[in-house]
T-cell receptor, first 112, second 112 residues
């Protein structure tokens, strides 16, 4: 089982609140990713990072931001949550030159 | 724009039967085609993957069939078991430096 962790697992929050979703991996992987997944739908890449101080936006436009200050840590922040941000957020990591992405268990976010 | 089209959306199979999930793609630059398995409450996990230089890859009960000319690939689960009940995602990637594009997912239910 992959050593990639996400907290919290579930979050219910009111509109306008600032939230940070945590993602950590202990595998030393350089590449990390954030995906957004609505129920029964495909995964959409919203952010990725190739290493410390490297972040890029993914295919799906997102109002969230990310940071990569340490190799093992890739937090995602929403400055002002809205009901449209309600979704599941999945974090993943991989090694350069290795195809497999390892996924965390996800954070299910509900914004009221 | 959905670059990887997956069908069916849901599939119900009797125990011992064969489950078949299909994916079609448009981008001829795709060169890596993985299948991910996702159980409720978990992140996706790599099940099996193929590159376009082979037409079939088998790992245990799971087989990928790849048709480069038709731009299609499929997952076959032989002797399907209730424990195989999960959501399956196909994906594709145009080169190792690029990101995965996921299909919309197939919810498989294997009846006991």
């Amino acid at each position: 089982e992959a050593d990639i962790y996400q907290t919290p697992r579930y979050l219910v929050i009111g509109t306008g609140k600032k939230i940070t979703l945590e993602c950590s991996q202990t595998m030393g992987h350089d590449k990390m990713y954030w995906y957004q997944q609505d129920p029964g739908m495909e995964l959409h890449l919203i952010h990725y990072s190739y290493g410390v101080n490297s972040t890029e936006k993914g295919d799906l436009s997102s109002e969230s931001t990310v940071s990569r200050i340490r190799t093992e840590h890739f937090p995602l922040t929403l400055e002002s949550a809205r009901p449209s941000h309600t979704s599941q957020y999945l974090c993943a990591s991989s090694e350069p030159g290795v195809d497999e992405q390892f996924f965390g268990p996800g954070t299910r976010l509900t914004v009221l | 724009q959905q670059q990887v089209k997956q069908s069916p959306q849901s599939l119900i199979v009797q125990k011992g039967g064969i489950s078949i999930i299909n994916c079609a793609y448009e981008n001829t630059a795709f060169d890596y085609f993985p299948w991910y398995q996702q159980f409720p409450g978990k992140g996706p996990a790599l099940l099996i993957a193929i590159r376009p230089d082979v037409s079939e890859k088998k790992e245990g009960r799971f087989t990928i069939s790849f048709n480069k000319s038709a731009k299609q690939f499929s997952l076959h689960i032989m002797d399907s078991q209730p424990g195989d009940s999960a959501t399956y995602f196909c994906a594709a990637r145009p080169g190792s430096a690029r990101q995965l594009t996921f299909g919309s997912g197939t919810q498989l239910t294997v009846l006991p």
